[in-house]
């Protein structure tokens, strides 16, 4: 797949087969799209091509600025978007003056006149322009003025989008991992930096690497203890652990933290990023009488992800 970042340097596109959105978390419902353009660019000899957004629109053109709970972030969703069989990437920059353009404009320069479709695959639902005025009617009705055809998504698939991208956010800010993963059609996944913890781990057995997410826009799953797999940015080594999400009411219970303790690894890695890929939820977080009893707990949810990770 190629990405590309720049709409004012695009290649000559090859009979595209466009749709448009922010497709976050890329999970089995939108694949059902992607599949339906590649179906459509076959029978064509056409290409595909994909058209999302940076920032989150909502980001720019909500009221109020708050982080919105995404399932993917940009690089997450170009790594996941290259294992779909599509052919193109373009990402757009998201910015006040775009999103005033008229509906108009939208359609005659920035679709028809930056890539030039042969087929716009979009929801019945779709809204683009200055206060979302454009439509998919608008679309059809300019269909042959331009010279391309637009076909709709099913409004089952896009019901079944909607349901499941909610649905994945609630089970994986309960904790329900399987259920969240079974929807993606992957294992939730995010990155963050290695930064110094208190160092409390280490001295009852269980260092940990205390983690930084890169975008606070990043949905994190809810408090508790997790079977994890760790994958550092230097190699494609992927190593077993467990990670704990939350306040740790046994040392403070102040300030949310994520941990990761990996298991069988003794290296120094602050300052380097870690990919943390979310297999099983454990355990709930639990205030502990002292270090002692959270020290025989953490051998037992050890032993308990290791058994997750055996039993795969």
């Given at each position: 797949?190629?990405?590309?970042?720049?709409?004012?340097?695009?290649?000559?596109?090859?009979?595209?087969?466009?749709?448009?959105?922010t497709f976050d978390g890329l999970h089995s419902g939108h694949r059902q799209i992607f599949d339906l353009m590649?179906?459509?660019?076959?029978?064509?000899?056409?290409?595909?091509?994909?058209?999302?957004?940076?920032?989150?629109?909502?980001?720019?053109?909500?009221?109020?600025?708050?982080?919105?709970?995404?399932?993917?972030?940009?690089?997450?969703?170009?790594?996941?978007?290259?294992?779909?069989?599509?052919?193109?990437?373009?990402?757009?920059?998201?910015?006040?003056?775009?999103?005033?353009?008229?509906?108009?404009?939208?359609?005659?320069?920035?679709?028809?006149?930056?890539?030039?479709?042969?087929?716009?695959?979009?929801?019945?639902?779709?809204?683009?322009?200055?206060?979302?005025?454009?439509?998919?009617?608008?679309?059809?009705?300019?269909?042959?003025?331009?010279?391309?055809?637009?076909?709709?998504?099913?409004?089952?698939?896009?019901?079944?989008?909607?349901?499941?991208?909610?649905?994945?956010?609630?089970?994986?800010?309960?904790?329900?991992?399987?259920?969240?993963?079974?929807?993606?059609?992957?294992?939730?996944?995010?990155?963050?930096?290695?930064?110094?913890?208190?160092k409390l781990g280490r001295t009852i057995g269980y260092p940990t690497a205390n983690i930084q997410i890169e975008?606070?826009?990043?949905?994190?799953?809810?408090?508790?203890?997790?079977?994890?797999?760790?994958?550092?940015?230097?190699?494609?080594?992927?190593?077993?652990?467990?990670?704990?999400?939350?306040?740790?009411?046994?040392?403070?219970?102040?300030?949310?933290?994520?941990?990761?303790?990996?298991?069988?690894?003794?290296?120094?890695?602050?300052?380097?990023?870690?990919?943390?890929?979310?297999?099983?939820?454990?355990?709930?977080?639990?205030?502990?009488?002292?270090?002692?009893?959270?020290?025989?707990?953490?051998?037992?949810?050890?032993?308990?992800?290791?058994?997750?990770?055996?039993?795969?």
């Amino acid at each position: 797949m190629q990405v590309h970042h720049n709409i004012k340097s695009l290649p000559g596109f090859r009979k595209a087969v466009i749709t448009i959105g922010t497709f976050d978390g890329l999970h089995s419902g939108h694949r059902q799209i992607f599949d339906l353009m590649k179906t459509e660019a076959a029978a064509i000899n056409g290409e595909t091509v994909i058209i999302t957004f940076d920032p989150h629109p909502r980001q720019i053109i909500a009221s109020t600025k708050q982080p919105i709970s995404l399932l993917n972030t940009l690089e997450e969703k170009i790594f996941l978007l290259d294992q779909t069989g599509i052919d193109h990437l373009v990402v757009v920059p998201f910015t006040q003056s775009f999103a005033d353009q008229t509906a108009d404009e939208y359609i005659d320069n920035f679709l028809v006149d930056t890539f030039h479709p042969h087929t716009i695959i979009i929801g019945y639902d779709h809204h683009f322009g200055k206060n979302r005025s454009g439509n998919y009617k608008l679309l059809e009705a300019s269909a042959s003025k331009n010279n391309y055809i637009v076909k709709e998504i099913p409004g089952y698939m896009l019901q079944d989008i909607t349901i499941s991208s909610t649905r994945i956010r609630e089970t994986l800010l309960s904790g329900n991992i399987d259920t969240a993963n079974k929807f993606l059609g992957y294992n939730y996944f995010f990155s963050g930096k290695v930064v110094e913890g208190n160092k409390l781990g280490r001295t009852i057995g269980y260092p940990t690497a205390n983690i930084q997410i890169e975008d606070e826009n990043k949905l994190i799953p809810g408090n508790g203890v997790y079977a994890v797999e760790v994958q550092l940015q230097a190699t494609s080594h992927k190593l077993q652990g467990m990670m704990n999400i939350g306040v740790r009411p046994t040392v403070d219970g102040k300030k949310r933290v994520i941990e990761v303790n990996i298991f069988d690894f003794n290296e120094t890695i602050y300052g380097e990023k870690l990919t943390i890929t979310i297999k099983k939820y454990l355990r709930s977080e639990v205030k502990f009488t002292d270090l002692d009893a959270l020290k025989d707990q953490l051998a037992k949810d050890k032993a308990a992800a290791l058994s997750v990770f055996n039993s795969i």
